[in-house]
């Protein structure tokens, strides 16, 4: 089971952190990634990394504002996002597929499990 936490309403340039805590699963062998979706749109992939933690991808528009990390202890997801924008706003996801990542990350089908979301609004 993955929980999202962290989400809010914030002004444009501000920041949020998102975390996601899987509960349920002792191990860290997933990859997991942060999703978003907007109403009337399809389901984006913004950023993924390993279970080693030793890389990470990002959406375009994402990079160099987004940060994505893990805590394999605490088993927690996260993701850092400054200098927001109102293109921004979304709910976000975060999701996990056992093993390594896969090639094409940012297809939501890949994925196997799924948090219940967190509204980030950038106004």
């Known amino acids: 089971q993955l929980v999202e936490s962290g989400g809010g309403s914030v002004q444009a340039g501000g920041s949020l952190k998102l975390s996601c805590t899987a509960s349920g699963s002792t191990s860290s062998n997933y990859c997991m990634a942060w999703f978003r979706q907007s109403p009337g749109k399809e389901r984006e992939g913004v950023a993924v990394?390993?279970?080693?933690?030793?890389?990470?991808y990002y959406r375009d528009s994402v990079k160099g504002r987004f940060s994505i990390s893990r805590d394999n202890a605490k088993y927690t997801l996260f993701l850092q996002m400054n200098s927001l924008k109102p293109e921004d706003t979304a709910a976000y996801y975060c999701?996990?597929?056992?093993?390594?990542?896969?090639?094409?990350?940012?297809?939501?089908?890949?994925?196997?499990?799924w948090g219940q979301g967190t509204q980030v609004t950038v106004s």
């Open positions: 999701a996990a597929v056992r093993w390594g990542c896969p090639t094409d990350w940012s297809r939501a089908q890949k994925y196997d499990y």
């Open positions: 990394i390993p279970s080693s933690g030793g890389w990470a």
